[in-house]
């Protein structure tokens, strides 16, 4: 195999891997609760692994610098294994969560080092190529992956079964290794240390916090935090990867914040059963998947979409949601069409988010994770709030609004 095309095996490979061991987690949760006896102690067990990757993505810059790529996949591997194994063993909620913290922590640093080595190595059409494909790792897992371990859980039990993605882990680093191991120059420039690590602080706080007013002071030190990861002109909306940086985390809000109350959206308002609910909760994540396998074609024919047009898909889709869509079949087409919105948008966004020469490649890596990554728990917990109290409506209706944004703003995504 060509070098470019082992490292994009091993990129896809870790995010086939992520896939699988989100799928796992969530599906063993239950099965982890029962055993652990963690009846109230729930959002430990789930905060571990999203805390851990906050604490790496602003140490990665440093570590690849310390330590070279070498010593980070090294460093990356031994956390991830031990972290899963401490998991694996664990007899008590703490313990498991000390587990999938270290997880968590290396999952990051090894998102991070794969993307700037893709960033690095890979020239455009590649990585689009990569970034397509890493959307549809996500959807066999998705299908698939619940049945499946449920069937192997009774099989073996939660402990064995929470070891399953180990072996692509291990697969997806010895490609990149070997495909970038040589010299991983970066002239990312390093942020003040006790600025970048806010954001692991007020993420903690909006996790673990039942009490609202703290809740909202842990998500303020997040913003400043992400702010002080981003690229400089960010906040600028700068042209270019720092504007497309501020699309992407208005994206993450906008639609997984979405993706994480259909099912309550479905079964409340349409009075619809959990396995139809399903059914729809799964149409989004295909309709992405295989609509992103098609924009590198297009972009090498020289018709790639502008991530405008997806996101405005989106906004849209989610509006009907957010308006009451008038039948069950009319919702299950509406965020079958926000799926694909996504799928036409997402590849395009990435590859301007990961793009411009005065920046370096680590930099531009641990700030779309930290974008994507944070748009994603800011929208789960800003509709989470908003649906406690009951309106349901209103909070797709913001979920539409931030995706509009987002399409108005990638405008200047482009350099």
């Known amino acids: 195999m060509t070098r470019p095309r082992t490292l994009a095996i091993g990129v896809v490979s870790l995010e086939f891997a992520a896939a699988v061991s989100t799928f796992v987690s969530s599906t063993l949760l239950p099965a982890i609760v029962r055993d652990l006896s963690a009846r109230d102690s729930v959002e430990l067990l789930i905060a571990g692994s999203t805390l851990g990757l906050f604490v790496a993505l602003p140490l990665a810059t440093r570590v690849v610098r310390r330590i070279g790529p070498r010593g980070t996949l090294a460093v990356g591997m031994v956390a991830y294994l031990a972290g899963t194994a401490a998991s694996a063993v664990s007899r008590s909620a703490w313990v498991f969560a000390a587990g999938q913290f270290a997880s968590g922590c290396a999952s990051g640093l090894l998102a991070v080092f794969g993307i700037s080595a893709a960033i690095q190595h890979l020239d455009d059409q590649w990585r689009m190529r990569v970034i397509a494909a890493s959307s549809a790792m996500w959807l066999l897992p998705a299908l698939v992956g619940p049945a499946a371990t449920l069937a192997l859980e009774h099989l073996v039990g939660w402990r064995w079964t929470l070891l399953v993605p180990v072996p692509v882990v291990i697969a997806g680093r010895m490609l990149i290794l070997r495909a970038s191991s040589g010299a991983h120059s970066d002239d990312a420039s390093e942020r003040p240390l006790w600025r970048t690590l806010l954001v692991p602080l007020g993420v903690s706080g909006v996790v673990l916090s039942d009490w609202w007013p703290l809740a909202l002071v842990g998500l303020t030190v997040a913003l400043v935090g992400v702010a002080s990861l981003m690229p400089a002109g960010t906040l600028r909306l700068k042209r270019g990867a720092p504007a497309a940086l501020v699309v992407m985390t208005l994206f993450g809000v906008g639609y997984f ?46 018709k790639e979409p502008p991530p405008a047009v997806g996101l405005s898909l989106t906004a849209v889709a989610v509006g009907v949601l957010a308006l009451g869509a008038p039948s069950f079949p009319v919702a299950l087409v509406a965020w079958t069409l ?59 209706g913001m979920f539409a609004v931030f995706l509009g944004l987002g399409a108005i703003l990638a405008v200047r995504a482009k350099q």
Do not use: K, N, Q
Request: hydrophobic share 50%; aromatic share 6%.
């Open 257 to 302: 914040g979405a993706d994480s109350l259909i099912t309550v959206l479905l079964t409340d308002g349409y009075g619809t059963s959990m396995a139809r609910a399903a059914v729809v909760l799964s149409a989004a994540p295909l309709a992405w998947s295989v609509t992103s396998l098609t924009v590198p074609r297009l972009r090498s024919l020289g």
């Open 338 to 396: 926000g799926g694909m919105g996504v799928g036409l948008a997402y590849p395009s966004l990435y590859l301007r988010c990961t793009s411009g020469a005065e920046f370096g490649a680590t930099e531009l890596a641990a700030a779309v994770i930290t974008a994507e990554a944070f748009g994603l728990l800011l929208g789960r917990a800003v509709g989470g709030a908003i649906v406690s109290v009951g309106e349901l409506g209103l909070a797709y």
